[in-house]
């Protein structure tokens, strides 16, 4: 009878543990959807106003601040936003922020809500003058954000998606990818690319594209120098722990 | 007798309403973004001096700081009919109240030092429509001088002599080392536009440079280079923190100067020219505290290409070491440290971590915990159900 109350009590525990796993999981995924949401309507903004016209020519409409009418409505919701960022075929489609450090937008949304996702944020270094935008987004295990980053690892990707979509408020932008590397953060070899945010000289520049192409999973055969704006996606790789997986691109439509 | 008074009458009329109709009246016209608010209009002629105008009901974001760390405030100045160049700045000023407990001939009262300390309540930046920071408060100069307002210089309009509009975003947030026992003189504060005409041909008492003055070229402590000014009288001097000093004369971005941000000081008229040799700005400098007509200091992004051209000695400090505690780098180049951001973070790379971008929700592991506690639930019913 003792046993009967003990493997009852059990019973009531481990079931108490999965609702709670059931509630946990299930916030998760509620979470992550509604910020799929949300950035789907902050895309709906943005595709009121069409990148390329039907003759293929760039639409620079702007509002009276300069801005580009596609994210000037964004711009007035939330003032750090520094530009938009797309890669075709994967769930890259995000609005890019930029605050006073790098940890404010890890886990918060466009309206500065607290979101476990956060939103892809520009290193706080990254200021205009810079020759490198290093911008930084999770990598969620429900496939947003830049998780599909990942699929860069397979050449066979890179050779149909060669090119990434990054527009700053005033300009649009096309960056063709020179490298993607992998790195571990704290390991004696770890390349600290994130020191390179504010590239403002030729020799840092070379610096770090030396270092790029070295660690290149592959050869693009594509190459950069000094003068040519660079944006390096950065997002954590799970083949261990603490890995960072990077592209690193160059802007080719001015 | 008559005919001849009323002639007398006439022609004087004539001429002063001659007078009056050539006269330079400029016009000024502020407004905000705000859909259907009433922009703020005034005229001002050369002989006006400086002519100080209230915008504080344009400054209607200012109530969200409330709520958010930072809020932008659009203004958009519109100059007209404007026979002079002329200097535009923002001034927050404290309201000189009438006390009524004093006499008539204190009328005035004198504002508390937490009234002083409001000038300093909002940290500001000004970015123009193209996304220049055009003042930086980073890099202001501390002010310890006992004055009723604060400036903040917005450059120069109308120096083409047509109608110009400029556009200025004014970021605003509460500066954390201002207590918060100043809000309320804060909240309390005058929000201006100051405008005052500048005659840029006279208006400055520019020292004289000597003729006689030997052409050279001095660098004191940069090993690295020896600037070649664009003219042979021209004469740069680069300090060990990368503050440049440029003599009267011409001098080219890349070659001359290091590419970046700098703040000017000095005195005198300072002319910038684009790579296509377009003008970008003129600046008024003048000394601190100076009563002349100008700017005490102006940030300005140098791009390479560009020249400079000032009339008299002309001090470039960059940007980051104009506020930097630390000791400077042994590197004079400007570019390396210039417009970042984040100012408490420091530069250098061993502080500096990489974001944990890693999603470590242990999502997988607690589904699969789930499972298991299910796969224990049941069995543990299956064998009391056996033992029964």
């Given at each position: 009878?003792?046993v009967?109350?003990?493997?009852?009590?059990?019973?009531?525990?481990?079931?108490?543990?999965?609702?709670?796993?059931?509630?946990?999981?299930?916030?998760?995924?509620?979470?992550?959807?509604?910020?799929?949401?949300?950035?789907?309507?902050?895309?709906?903004v943005?595709?009121?106003?069409?990148?390329?016209?039907?003759?293929?020519?760039?639409?620079?409409?702007?509002?009276?601040?300069g801005?580009?009418?596609?994210?000037?409505?964004?711009?007035?919701?939330?003032?750090?936003?520094?530009?938009?960022?797309?890669?075709?075929?994967?769930?890259?489609?995000?609005?890019?922020?930029?605050?006073?450090?790098?940890?404010?937008?890890?886990?918060?949304?466009?309206?500065?809500?607290?979101?476990y996702?956060?939103?892809?944020?520009?290193?706080?270094?990254?200021?205009?003058?810079?020759?490198?935008?290093?911008?930084?987004?999770?990598?969620?295990?429900?496939?947003?954000?830049?998780?599909?980053?990942?699929?860069?690892e397979?050449?066979?990707?890179?050779d149909?998606?060669?090119?990434?979509?990054?527009?700053?408020?005033?300009?649009?932008?096309?960056?063709?990818?020179?490298?993607?590397?992998?790195?571990?953060?704290?390991?004696?070899?770890?390349?600290?690319?994130?020191?390179?945010?504010n590239?403002?000289?030729?020799?840092?520049?070379?610096?770090?594209?030396?270092?790029?192409?070295?660690?290149?999973?592959?050869?693009?055969?594509?190459?950069?120098?000094?003068?040519?704006?660079?944006?390096?996606?950065?997002?954590?790789?799970?083949?261990?722990?603490?890995?960072?997986?990077?592209?690193?691109?160059?802007?080719?439509?001015? | 007798?008559?005919?001849?008074?009323?002639?007398?009458?006439?022609?004087?009329?004539?001429?002063?309403?001659?007078?009056?109709?050539?006269?330079?009246?400029?016009?000024?016209s502020?407004?905000?973004?705000?859909?259907?608010?009433?922009?703020?209009?005034?005229?001002?002629?050369?002989?006006s001096?400086?002519?100080?105008?209230?915008?504080?009901?344009?400054?209607?974001?200012?109530?969200?700081?409330?709520?958010?760390?930072?809020?932008?405030?659009?203004?958009?100045?519109?100059?007209?009919?404007?026979?002079?160049?002329?200097s535009v700045k923002?001034?927050l000023?404290?309201?000189?109240?009438?006390?009524?407990?004093?006499?008539?001939?204190?009328?005035?009262?004198t504002?508390?030092p937490?009234?002083?300390?409001?000038?300093d309540?909002?940290?500001?930046?000004?970015?123009?429509?193209?996304?220049?920071?055009?003042?930086?408060?980073?890099?202001?100069?501390?002010?310890?001088?006992?004055?009723?307002?604060r400036?903040?210089?917005?450059?120069?309009?109308n120096?083409?002599?047509?109608?110009?509009?400029?556009?200025?975003?004014?970021?605003?947030?509460?500066?954390?080392?201002?207590?918060?026992?100043?809000?309320?003189?804060?909240?309390?504060?005058?929000?201006?536009?100051?405008?005052?005409?500048?005659?840029?041909?006279?208006?400055?008492?520019?020292?004289?440079?000597?003729?006689?003055?030997?052409?050279?070229?001095t660098?004191?402590?940069?090993?690295?280079?020896t600037?070649?000014?664009?003219?042979?009288?021209?004469?740069?001097?680069?300090?060990?923190?990368?503050?440049?000093?440029?003599?009267?004369?011409?001098?080219?971005?890349?070659?001359?100067?290091?590419?970046?941000?700098?703040?000017?000081?000095?005195?005198?008229?300072?002319?910038?020219?684009?790579?296509e040799?377009?003008?970008?700005?003129?600046?008024?400098?003048?000394?601190?505290?100076?009563?002349?007509?100008?700017?005490?200091?102006?940030?300005?992004n140098?791009?390479?290409?560009?020249?400079?051209?000032?009339?008299?000695?002309?001090?470039?400090?960059p940007?980051?070491?104009?506020?930097?505690?630390?000791?400077?780098?042994?590197?004079?180049?400007?570019?390396?440290?210039?417009?970042?951001?984040?100012?408490?973070?420091?530069?250098?790379?061993?502080?500096?971590?990489?974001?944990?971008?890693?999603?470590?929700?242990?999502?997988?592991?607690?589904?699969?915990?789930?499972?298991?506690?299910?796969?224990?639930?049941?069995f543990?019913?299956?064998?009391?159900?056996?033992?029964?």
């Amino acid at each position: 009878m003792k046993v009967k109350k003990i493997l009852t009590l059990i019973q009531v525990l481990l079931i108490l543990f999965i609702v709670v796993c059931c509630i946990f999981v299930g916030k998760y995924f509620y979470d992550c959807k509604n910020a799929q949401v949300e950035y789907e309507n902050l895309q709906d903004v943005v595709e009121k106003y069409p990148r390329v016209d039907a003759s293929g020519n760039y639409i620079e409409e702007r509002d009276d601040n300069g801005i580009l009418l596609s994210y000037s409505n964004l711009y007035k919701q939330n003032n750090d936003m520094v530009g938009w960022i797309k890669i075709s075929d994967t769930k890259i489609d995000y609005p890019v922020v930029r605050s006073k450090d790098n940890e404010y937008y890890l886990h918060r949304d466009f309206s500065k809500n607290s979101q476990y996702s956060g939103i892809p944020f520009m290193d706080y270094e990254s200021q205009d003058i810079s020759s490198n935008y290093i911008i930084y987004a999770h990598n969620m295990k429900d496939g947003s954000m830049f998780a599909d980053l990942l699929k860069y690892e397979d050449k066979s990707f890179y050779d149909s998606h060669s090119t990434i979509i990054f527009d700053d408020l005033y300009e649009r932008g096309e960056y063709q990818i020179l490298g993607v590397f992998t790195t571990k953060v704290g390991a004696n070899n770890e390349f600290r690319y994130h020191d390179y945010a504010n590239i403002t000289d030729g020799e840092k520049f070379s610096e770090y594209i030396k270092k790029v192409k070295e660690l290149s999973c592959y050869d693009t055969g594509i190459t950069a120098e000094y003068g040519d704006k660079l944006i390096t996606l950065s997002t954590c790789a799970y083949h261990t722990s603490n890995e960072r997986f990077v592209v690193v691109a160059k802007k080719i439509i001015k | 007798m008559k005919k001849l008074l009323s002639g007398i009458v006439s022609f004087a009329v004539m001429i002063s309403v001659s007078v009056s109709a050539f006269a330079a009246t400029g016009e000024i016209s502020v407004k905000n973004n705000i859909n259907g608010s009433e922009p703020i209009t005034y005229t001002y002629t050369e002989k006006s001096g400086q002519v100080v105008k209230s915008v504080k009901t344009l400054m209607t974001k200012l109530s969200d700081l409330s709520k958010e760390d930072s809020v932008i405030q659009t203004l958009t100045v519109t100059s007209k009919n404007a026979d002079l160049p002329v200097s535009v700045k923002l001034r927050l000023e404290i309201p000189l109240e009438s006390d009524t407990q004093t006499g008539p001939q204190e009328a005035v009262s004198t504002p508390s030092p937490d009234e002083y300390l409001a000038l300093d309540y909002y940290d500001i930046n000004v970015i123009d429509a193209s996304g220049n920071k055009i003042y930086s408060d980073e890099d202001a100069m501390n002010d310890d001088s006992q004055n009723t307002y604060r400036d903040i210089p917005l450059g120069i309009m109308n120096e083409s002599r047509n109608d110009e509009n400029q556009i200025f975003n004014i970021e605003i947030s509460v500066d954390d080392n201002v207590k918060s026992s100043v809000e309320k003189y804060a909240n309390k504060l005058d929000w201006c536009i100051v405008t005052e005409a500048v005659n840029l041909s006279t208006a400055q008492p520019v020292q004289s440079i000597a003729p006689t003055a030997t052409p050279s070229v001095t660098v004191t402590t940069v090993p690295t280079s020896t600037p070649q000014p664009t003219e042979e009288s021209a004469e740069v001097k680069e300090d060990k923190d990368g503050t440049v000093t440029l003599s009267k004369g011409k001098f080219l971005v890349g070659r001359d100067i290091d590419e970046g941000r700098y703040t000017m000081t000095g005195e005198g008229k300072v002319h910038v020219y684009t790579s296509e040799d377009v003008l970008k700005t003129s600046i008024v400098l003048k000394k601190k505290g100076s009563k002349n007509t100008g700017v005490e200091k102006y940030v300005i992004n140098l791009q390479e290409g560009e020249t400079i051209e000032v009339d008299n000695d002309t001090v470039l400090t960059p940007y980051e070491a104009s506020k930097a505690t630390a000791k400077p780098t042994s590197s004079p180049k400007v570019s390396s440290s210039s417009s970042s951001k984040a100012t408490s973070k420091p530069s250098s790379t061993s502080e500096k971590s990489n974001p944990k971008t890693g999603d470590n929700m242990p999502v997988t592991t607690l589904i699969s915990l789930s499972v298991i506690a299910i796969g224990a639930v049941i069995f543990i019913e299956i064998k009391k159900r056996k033992n029964d």
